[in-house]
């Protein structure tokens, strides 16, 4: 039997100055001392030179309309909330600066659903 390994959703958000700031504060800081990134986020650039940020499950919440991801601020969430099951694990956000623009995406493991026995 095999199971979906993870998935990516990509998400709409509202990009405000603040947020900005605050993911360039922190990109400056990773360029200068990559061990001054707080706990749980981590820092990378794609093969094509754009800045990744990927904060794992520890250091954000999920709540209506928002993220908020500790150290960085509140990432506010345009049009559906993310479909998320409550058994769903191993969750990160990943935030992409893109020629296009910031891409935010939320990657995570989907609950293996069993159906044994059901006679």
Known sequence: MSHVK???V???????????TALDNLRDAWRRDPASVPRGLSCS????GAFVLVAAQ?????????????????????????????AASSKTLVLKDTPEGWK???KFVPP?????NTK
């Not at 650039?45 to 094509?48: A, D, G, N």
């Not at 049009?79 to 099951?85: A, I, M, T, V, Y």
């Open 10 to 20: 990509i998400l709409a958000i509202k990009f405000t100055p603040e947020l900005q």
């Open 104 to 106: 935010f995406a939320v």
């Open 58 to 86: 520890s250091v954000f919440v999920t709540m209506p309309g928002a993220c908020v991801i500790k150290g960085i601020g509140a990432i506010e969430l345009i049009g559906e909330e993310p479909d998320f099951h409550d």
């Open 6 to 8: 993870s998935r990516e």
């Open 112 to 116: 293996i659903v069993r159906e044994r």
């Open 45 to 48: 650039e794609s093969k094509e």
